[in-house]
Each structure stands twice: as C-alpha cells, then as structure tokens.
C-alpha cells in the first residue's frame, strides 16, 4: 500500500498560483501513475490531471489544460501540481492519488489516496 502526504494548498486570489506537492512511500508495486483529483462542495471528485511514471506521459482536464501542470520528481517520490491563472472555480479539495498506469483512463484504478488540501481561490 502506498501512502500519499499532500501539502501546499491555501488561500491565494483570481489570478494567483500554488503549487501542490504529494510525497509518496511504502509499497508501490504495480502503481506507476500518479496524479491529481478535486472535490467542490455538492460536486463529485473529477480527476484534474495525471502522469505515467515510466513515461512522463501527461493527461489534463479540459477545464485546467494551459494552467496547471503535473509534474514529478523521482529521486523524492514526490509529484507535483503547478497551479497558475487560478479561478475561483477552481477552489476546491485536491486529492493525490496513485493509480495503475493505465494511460488516459488512469484515474479509474486509483489504488491509494492523499488525505486532501484544501485549494480556495477568491474573486
């Protein structure tokens, strides 16, 4: 089982950036992705975006593309999610994940969760 630590989150203006980071340990057997969801209140957990860790292959949600970038940093385990030209309806708790490495449908084998960050964005 792997576990996920995020940090970064808080509270930054439209307009703004952040930048999450998700350190992973223990097992990782069989989970080479990694990647991002959030959840708004009274809304369903979407994923955000996704990479492969063997590849650096790269996925985004429509609504983020050109704004936020995953990235990751093997030597620490850690990815990570530059956030720029926020909007509040970006505001939101962000969940890591570590997923099998299934390409663009990695966020449907999500094997382990992040406890969340909080992200809010004020107008």
């Known amino acids: 089982q792997v576990q996920l630590v995020e940090s970064g989150g808080g509270l930054v203006q439209a307009g703004g950036s952040l930048r999450l980071s998700c350190a992973a340990s223990g097992r990782a057997s069989g989970t080479y992705a990694m990647g991002w969801f959030r959840q708004a209140p009274g809304k369903e957990r979407e994923p955000v975006a996704g990479i492969m860790w063997s590849t650096d292959s790269t996925y985004y949600e429509d609504s983020v593309k050109g704004r936020f970038t995953i990235s990751r940093d093997s030597a620490k385990n850690t990815v990570y999610l530059q956030m720029n030209s926020l909007k509040p309806e970006d505001s939101a708790v962000y969940y890591c994940?570590?997923?099998?490495?299934?390409?663009?449908?990695?966020?449907?084998?999500?094997?382990?969760w992040g406890q969340g960050t909080q992200v809010t964005v004020s107008s």
């Open positions: 994940a570590a997923a099998s490495p299934y390409g663009s449908t990695w966020y449907k084998f999500v094997k382990s």
